[in-house]
Every structure is written in structure tokens, then in C-alpha cells.
């Protein structure tokens, strides 16, 4: 059985720069996670660090499939604004999710916390937005799937809500098309409305 997580730190590093911190946290009844936070400039990133040591999989399942998909979480923030150093244990509760609760992270899809993500931040939840923007994926030897660095984009709850309606297609494009800058951890709910036909 491959360790996977070498390589991922290793893509990690090639495609951020060395960490300037690192956290980790245990879950009862899963493997450690560590989150790694990069500077680079007036941007801090947070990466997620063991999620993609286990494939995930559908938890009706009795045998796990090892050739299951693989992923790791990054958060983009701006710094300097607000203090989101405490997203760490959010974030590691959602890298665990797929070994505790046998969720399957995937593009598209929304997780929540239940609790902001910072003291004070307007989000409770994330969309999971699609791979190989800042991080490539990493391949392994087949037949495994590779590992996807999925990158996370805060959702107020009324952001979230409308999401489950529309779709994260839609709320996408309202965000683009308001020119929503996502880095910023103090940001407004971008205006809601039917989406256009």
C-alpha cells in the first residue's frame, strides 16, 4: 500500500512554497489530519494534509474500493484583514468527514460546519470548486485514482441556501458576474435573485 502522503506534500510545497505553519488534529475513530498554511503575499492559504491517505467511499459499501477517489482541501484568504487562523479545525473536520461520516467530497458539492469558520466570519459552509486551478492534480500508479487538490469557496448561509436551490453552477456565475472577491473573509452575501433565463 502506497503512502500517499509524502507526494502530497511534496506537490503541495512545489505549488505553494514551504509551509510557515502547521496544525494537526485527531478524530475519534479516524487518522490524523494536518492543515498547512502558506503566505504568499497578501494571500494565506490553508491545505489540508492526510484526507487522501484513504480512498473515500460510499459508506453502504462494505469493502472499500482502493482505487476510490482521493482529495485534499485549499482555502484562499486574504490576509491582514481578520484573523482566520482558527479555520484550522473547520477545516480538518471537513477533511475528516470522509473517513467519519463516509462522505465523498467532490466538486459542486456543499459542506457546512454548522459554526463560522472563523470567530466572526459571515460563512458557515463551503462550496467545493473544481481541481487543477492552483494545485495540479497528483498522479499515482494505476490503477489508483490520482489526488485532487480541491479548492474551497465560503458561502453565507443565504448564499448556501440559494445554492441548494439553483445549483453551484448558478451561484457561480451570480458571483462572477457581480465580480465577487472570494479571498475576502469579511464579504457580503453576493445580491440573490432568480437566476437569469
Known sequence: MVDVLPLVEARLNSALGEPDARASVTFLGADRIE???FQEGDVVRYAT???SAHPMSDPTVM???PEGPRAELVLSVRAGITDTGPVLRPLAVLAASPQVEG?????????????????GAPFTSVLVGEPGGLVEDLELDAP???VRFLPLLPMTPNEAAWK??????????RWLSHGTDLRDPNRASVPLGPPPE
Open 49 to 51: 494534509l492526510g484526507m
Open 35 to 37: 492543515v498547512l498554511r
Open 164 to 173: 441548494r436551490v439553483h445549483g453551484a453552477g448558478a451561484l457561480q456565475e
Open 103 to 119: 462522505v465523498i467530497v467532490a466538486p459542486g458539492a456543499s459542506l457546512d460546519v454548522g459554526e463560522p469558520l472563523w470567530p
Open 63 to 65: 469493502v472499500v474500493d
Open 144 to 146: 489508483l485514482d490520482p
